[in-house]
């Protein structure tokens, strides 16, 4: 792991789930942590880099917003997992990509207005990838658990 000081795991706490939505988000998050703005985000960008953040955005119930969400999985050869992955990664309705320890050793989210899109970007990443095999997989049942990790229980 990063080195993270209390700092940084305090921040991570409040950024998992309490993000502000106010005008200025790393302002209100220093207020409460007793730092500047400057330092937040100087913080948040270096958690970036060093892959301790992955992304900072929302996440909607695909339905409510009108959208649909589908999980998606591959087999993909070693040597195309690079390739594969950076093709899937282009779509911004990809909100998850992950390698398993399997035949079917890539896994992915997807989010689109229609089934009919998700379809065609599955297409048009078979066509680039060459990869013919594809599950769709669509939810016929979801169940939303909050993952919160509290990096204040972390050993020193």
Known sequence: MADIDDIDRALLNRIQSDFPLVERPFAA????????????????ERLKR????????????????????????????PDRLDTFASVVNRYGGVTHNYLRDHRV???FTFIAPSMNEIEAHLEAIRRETGIAEIHNLPA?????????FDLELLDN
């Open 140 to 148: 016929t049942r979801v169940f939303k658990i909050r993952a919160q």
């Open 105 to 107: 050793n890539v896994w």
């Open 29 to 44: 998050i220093g207020e409460a942590l007793g730092i500047s703005e400057s330092e937040v985000i100087a913080r948040v």
């Open 50 to 77: 060093d892959d301790v953040i992955r992304r900072i955005g929302a996440n909607f119930v695909p339905d409510k917003v009108g959208f649909v969400s589908t999980l998606c999985a591959a087999e993909v050869p």
